[in-house]
């Protein structure tokens, strides 16, 4: 039975929870470019429309790696107090226009190093600016929380020292830690060091995995490493043969591990072939915990609420399945358990019943 049509304006009036989305992926293409104007960074164009154009093809080559290299241009104008606190704050104000509730927002502090800045004082600079966001979007009526995930980038070798930060700043609005970066040739399992610190010390991590690479780097993520979710994740399908479900496959769904997908994202690298087709759908049906997530909105041209849209109209999605998506992720936040229940049953649920 299809379900009945949403309007985009219902759909944009949702509240809505993310897990995952790159800050240094969702910037305003209009800062940007003034933002590299200041420290003479040279853009494919300045023209803010034609910026948001050149982003969206570049990231439609249907390959990961060349997807990764679209971020050279906000990481040149993320490498200051100012780029920071600036892109920050916007990151959290663009979010709270969207109908975003709770949101992490994650990104590599070793990355952002380059104009001088030390890794705690760019975790420093980026939450002051978050907390600017939220403050403002909480006067305007629009309360959001943000917290953060560092990442430690799984081709360089300073993860051990990313998740000693996530370990320092577990008070002070990061939540959790993550690897990211071209995920083939480059397994979870080199990172084991920063992964069994990290559970040492009782902070929850995520992991990129099963996106350019199939279930191996799954099974790493989550049978080696220990992670409580899974970035992506899409390729656990090729655990699944006429809906049974293998060994792996069914730990994923039996132990409520959440899989953050990016429906657009994995169309842009070719870890999709359609939204129609997506794994989403067939993933929320066999009861699995999917989460819907934008991944990165300057790069893929998206928002939530252009996701949900896009489910509503190519997979036939109705307000119960947008529900539970967020529904789904708010549960499998990284923040305590009452806050999560709070969260729920005071916001989520509530902007649901329409």
């Known amino acids: 039975m299809t379900a009945p049509r949403i309007d985009?304006?219902?759909?944009?009036?949702?509240?809505?929870?993310?897990?995952?989305?790159?800050?240094?992926?969702?910037?305003?293409?209009?800062?940007?470019?003034?933002?590299?104007?200041?420290?003479?960074?040279?853009?494919?164009?300045?023209?803010?429309?034609?910026?948001?154009?050149?982003?969206?093809?570049?990231?439609?080559?249907?390959?990961?790696v060349r997807y990764i290299a679209t971020f050279e241009h906000t990481l040149a104008v993320m490498q200051s107090r100012e780029g920071l606190l600036r892109t920050a704050e916007e990151y959290v104000l663009d979010l709270a226009e969207d109908?975003?509730?709770?949101?992490?927002?994650?990104?590599?502090?070793?990355?952002?190093?380059?104009?001088?800045l030390t890794l705690p004082e760019v975790v420093e600079t980026v939450q002051e600016g978050l907390a600017a966001g939220m403050a403002k979007a909480a006067a305007a009526g629009t309360p959001v929380r943000v917290g953060t995930l560092l990442c430690g980038m799984r081709m360089f070798d300073r993860t051990r020292e990313i998740a000693d930060l996530a370990v320092a700043f577990r008070d002070a609005g990061v939540v959790g830690f993550d690897i990211a970066g071209a995920e083939d040739g480059f397994p979870p399992a080199d990172h084991l060091a920063a992964f069994e610190h990290l559970?040492?010390?009782?902070?929850?991590?995520?992991?990129?995995?099963?996106?350019?690479?199939?279930?191996?780097?799954?099974?790493?993520?989550l049978q080696v490493c220990g992670a409580q979710r899974i970035g992506h994740g899409v390729r656990i399908t090729e655990d699944i043969v006429d809906g049974?479900?293998?060994?792996?496959?069914?730990?994923?769904?039996?132990?409520?591990?959440?899989?953050?997908?990016?429906?657009?994202?994995?169309l842009q690298t070719g870890a999709a072939t359609s939204i129609a087709e997506h794994p989403i759908t067939a993933l929320r049906d066999l009861g699995f915990r999917v989460t819907l997530n934008t991944d990165n909105r300057l790069v893929?041209?998206?928002?939530?609420?252009?996701?949900?849209?896009?489910?509503?109209e190519e997979a036939g999605w109705g307000i119960e399945d947008l529900r539970t998506v967020t529904?789904?992720?708010?549960?499998?936040?990284?923040?305590?358990?009452?806050?999560?229940?709070?969260?729920?049953?005071?916001?989520?649920?509530?902007?649901?019943?329409?």
């Open 8 to 64: 985009i304006d219902t759909i944009r009036r949702l509240p809505k929870a993310v897990l995952h989305d790159h800050l240094d992926g969702g910037l305003r293409p209009a800062t940007l470019v003034e933002l590299a104007e200041k420290v003479g960074h040279t853009l494919p164009t300045t023209d803010p429309q034609a910026l948001a154009d050149w982003y969206y093809e570049a990231a439609n080559s249907g390959d990961l």
């Open 99 to 116: 109908g975003v509730v709770y949101a992490e927002g994650r990104y590599a502090p070793e990355l952002m190093v380059n104009g001088g």
């Open 199 to 221: 559970r040492r010390e009782s902070v929850p991590f995520t992991i990129h995995a099963g996106e350019a690479h199939g279930l191996p780097s799954i099974h790493q993520a």
């Open 244 to 266: 049974k479900l293998g060994r792996l496959a069914d730990w994923v769904r039996d132990r409520r591990i959440a899989l953050e997908m990016c429906p657009t994202s994995n």
């Open 300 to 312: 893929s041209g998206t928002t939530m609420t252009r996701e949900m849209s896009l489910l509503v």
């Open 327 to 354: 529904v789904n992720a708010v549960k499998s936040a990284f923040i305590p358990f009452d806050e999560r229940k709070a969260l729920i049953e005071d916001v989520v649920l509530p902007g649901y019943d329409c």
